[in-house]
Nanobody, 128 residues
């Protein structure tokens, strides 16, 4: 059974940085595409970053403007999201997710309904 546990959220000031982590289990590192999504109370969950099973291919949503870096360490099955130059609009609950399909090259991963495995979310609050 796939389990994902996100951590690293918190309250930060605008302009700062944050690194989120996601500990994965139930599959071998390098088997699944992994993603980060975020959601605010008034909007649907949206995909912001994708990384291929080997960690070579990454893709980001246009909205994040190059401030996010997704990475993974397959030897201990951990996913990361580094967020730089935080803005108030980055305030959201961030979720890690995984799928054996839905390549970063496609747009299907951007729709949260297509992704089967989810972590519990970690809150990021950015104050200006």
């Amino acid at each position: 059974q796939v389990q994902l546990v996100a951590s690293g959220g918190g309250s930060v000031q605008a302009g700062g940085s944050l690194r989120l982590s996601c500990a994965a289990s139930g599959f071998s590192g390098g088997e699944y595409y992994m993603y980060w999504f975020r959601q605010t109370p008034d909007k649907e969950r949206v995909g912001v970053a994708c990384i291929s099973p080997g960690g070579v291919v990454t893709r980001y949503a246009d909205s994040v403007e190059g401030r996010l870096t997704i990475s993974r360490i397959n030897t201990n099955n951990t996913l990361f999201l580094q967020i730089e130059r935080l803005k108030a609009e980055d305030t959201a609950t961030y979720y890690c997710a995984a799928s054996p399909v839905h390549s970063c090259y496609s747009d299907s991963w951007l729709n949260f309904r297509n992704v089967p495995n989810w972590g519990q979310g970690t809150q990021v609050t950015v104050s200006s």
